[in-house]
Each structure stands twice: as C-alpha cells, then as structure tokens.
C-alpha cells in the first residue's frame, strides 16, 4: 500500500488507524511514536512497530 518508504522524522498513518512520527526504519517495517490511536487497540507505551506494506507517509 506504501507509496513511498518512510524515512526517520516522517508521519505516517497506517491502515490500522496509527499516526505516527517514525524514530528507525528497518527493512521491512519502521518503529513508530504514537501521535493518535484510533484503531481501538491498546499500548503499553508509546511506541509501536508498522509494516511498510500498511502506511502512507503524510
């Protein structure tokens, strides 16, 4: 679904209903801060890992 591959200090919105700002990109997913959590699921910290097959960069 990606457009583009995020790169460190982008936002990004994940078909999930993450919005994030990326903090490391790996090679198949990228690590996340939460920025807003409308996906119903709920985090023991602020952080989360998305696939590079389920965001857009905004």
Not at 31 to 43: A, D, K, P
Request: glycine content about 8%; overall charge positive.
């Amino acid at each position: 679904m990606y457009l583009k591959k995020a790169m460190v200090g982008d936002n990004i919105v994940s078909i999930n209903g993450i919005k994030g700002k990326v903090e490391k990109v790996g090679e198949n997913s990228v690590i996340v801060e939460i920025l807003e959590n409308s996906s119903g699921r709920n985090f023991e910290n602020n952080k989360t890992v998305v696939s590079h097959k389920i965001y857009v960069v905004l």
